[in-house]
T-cell receptor, first 112, second 113 residues
Framework: DAKTTQPPSMDCAEGRAANLPCNHS???????VYWYRQIHSQGPQYIIH???NNETNEMASLIITEDRKSSTLILPHATLRDTAVYYC?????????????FGQGTELSVKP | NAGVTQTPKFRVLKTGQSMTLLCAQD?????MYWYRQDPGMGLRLIHY???????AKGEVPDGYNVSRLKKQNFLLGLESAAPSQTSVYFC????????????FGPGTRLTVT
């Protein structure tokens, strides 16, 4: 699975959009981009995933560049409860067992 | 639905002792996983299972064994605990495709002295 690079930390003001970048320059054509987050001391929580089109759900939007070498997770109106570590993961479609390889992630702090 | 549950929540072991961590899911998921998380790091996959009666090694399998005798349960065993196995252990499950999102349990905090 391709490696990802994320900034170690970011701040965001409450109510503003949080834009979390991820670089995955070695991604191959059969790899999806997944985002999970981990609120302190809890198990990770799935947010969203995509292949090449932009995706949106009730939690967030995922913007993937046309060359697929990078992506941005957008939390449109960040709240204090969005403070967490956000993990960007790329994984092969139909790989055995659907394994996720976690990196270090970005620690997002939402401030009042 | 309880989702994914883990037993116990906390445990302290002495070096050389053995124990079993239990993961249970009530979502009829095919795939189950065990991860460990050390301070300041992301999760690392220990073992996983793609169905009842099957298991496979992940990134860091040494020192651990697993069993999946029933679809809803995935057990992680430490035969002879070492201080290096002090960690938080997370179990996860996912549906009938490797593409599906994983649902994580609340974690087991294990300390080996």
């Amino acid at each position: 699975d391709a490696k990802t690079t994320q900034p170690p930390s970011m701040d965001c003001a409450e109510g503003r959009a949080a834009n979390l970048p991820c670089n995955h320059s070695t991604i191959s054509g059969n790899e999806y981009v997944y985002w999970y987050r981990q609120i302190h001391s809890q198990g990770p929580q799935y947010i969203i995933h995509g292949l090449k089109n932009n995706e949106t759900n009730e939690m967030a939007s995922l913007i993937i560049t046309e060359d697929r070498k990078s992506s941005t997770l957008i939390l449109p109106h960040a709240t204090l409860r969005d403070t967490a570590v956000y993990y960007c993961i790329v994984r092969v479609v139909y790989n055995q067992g659907g394994k996720l390889i976690f990196g270090q992630g970005t620690e997002l702090s939402v401030k009042p | 639905n309880a989702g994914v549950t883990q037993t116990p929540k906390f445990r302290v072991l002495k070096t050389g002792q053995s124990m079993t961590l239990l993961c249970a899911q009530d979502m009829n998921h095919e795939y189950m996983y065990w991860y460990r998380q050390d301070p300041g790091m992301g999760l690392r996959l220990i073992h996983y299972s793609v169905g009842e009666g099957t298991t496979a090694k992940g990134e860091v399998p040494d020192g651990y064994n697993v069993s999946r005798l029933k679809k809803q349960n995935f057990l992680l065993g430490l035969e002879s605990a070492a201080p290096s196995q002090t960690s938080v252990y997370f179990c996860a499950s996912s549906g009938d495709s490797s593409m599906r999102e994983q649902y994580f349990g609340p974690g087991t905090r294990l300390t080996v002295t």
